[in-house]
């Protein structure tokens, strides 16, 4: 059994250990609320659901087992001549809550480069979709090609016992992130470079053969996956793409099926896709003004003709956060250390600037603060990855380190099917005739 696994086991033994005590004291007490506008609003803010690797709070921002993103920046390890933390070590961190050593992330490099192999049978079918497919779409078909490889559906199907749910979950998932940089980048060359695919360098770590597979050995777009690929891992389980896996694992689809669904979740316009939203809209405003370096009050006006069109600012406000999103704040600093010669970047900071007041002004948003989606496509851009249509992948490649790592814990905790209870509208209408009191007589 290899380190991480065998850490990881003795983790969810104790852990396991100490939930069957919490149900045995405590399986009735009650926890939440839930209001009517919930139940037609989303299901937002109720509490239902176990998420191990990391906790959102709307003051403070996501923590990955209680490390805030600064951080991580500071703690995780990093490469010889880097700042910026190796994804390698927030899985590590999340999967077992334990800050990794650099031996220790080293080691996990080297395993996922041993893993990285993707069939020759995914290629091809990738390559049977029309080259116009969104590449969210071929990278769904590209993990669900990869599925008949899956250990958990082959031991599965062999009469695997419950027990070890959690060590195949393991494995799929270690092969799986080992192989998502291979079968992203090969997309992103296929669709953008005329098919012209560059072989891995397995002298890298994950995120920077990432970067070398797409075609950019510059040490800043290096040093900036790193950065994107930590921060964007993980936002509690809540989110639509974190919920998805977690909702198609609790019905024993394995890892692949699993990541597959939660690419489609993330390749909406209200989750993933929104970062090339973002871009899109500050493109369109620096061709309606003319200029890249519109002033301020240019930029509040396009706003207010944006907001009186009936549009939202993409890339502002979030279900969660009442704060600027520490993941936007991230990106701002590492573009203050490293790109300060980008008109693009410093639109978006005066974007930063001059939304929240004009959000706030309306007095119907709860958060007018930038979320992660508002800053990377312009670093993207600055690095010369201008393709709109792949940063929802670069995203994917990130989700993958959060959503499988908690996937490991819903088969290690034995989570059951997630099934919860839904009514109809002359329900809710009936339950209301029965159960709101009437209002009293006038005096």
Known sequence: MDLLK????????????????LLKDHKDQKVDDVTLDQVYGGMRDITCMIWEPSLLDPEEGIRFRGFSIPEIREKLPHTANGKEPLPEGLFWLMLVGEMPTKEQVKWLTDNWVRRANVPEHVFRAIDALPIDTHPMTQLSVGVMAMQNTSVFAQRYNTGMQKSEYWDAT??????LVARLPRVAA??????????EHLLPDISLDWAGNFAHMLGYDDEGFKEYMRLFLTIHADHEGGNASAHTTHLVGSTLSDPYLS????????AGPLH????????RWIQKMVDTLGTTKPTREQIAEYVKSTLASGRVVPGYGHA???KPDPRYMAQKQFCEDNVQDSDLVKIVWKIFDVVPPILSSLGKVKNPWPNVDAHSGAVLIHYGLKEYNFYTVIFGVSRALGVLAAQCWSRALGL????????TTEWVKDYLAKNTPEPEAAQ
């Open 6 to 21: 065998q850490l990881f086991l003795e983790k969810a033994q104790t852990l396991s250990k100490e939930v069957k005590e």
């Open 170 to 175: 393991y494995e799929d998932t270690m092969n």
């Open 186 to 195: 090969y997309i992103f060359r296929r669709v953008y470079h005329n098919g």
């Open 259 to 266: 990541f597959s669904a939660a690419l489609n979740a993330l």
């Open 272 to 279: 993933g896709l929104a970062n090339q939203e973002v871009i």
């Open 320 to 322: 969660v956060l009442r």
């Open 416 to 423: 059951p099917l997630e099934r919860p209870k839904s009514v």
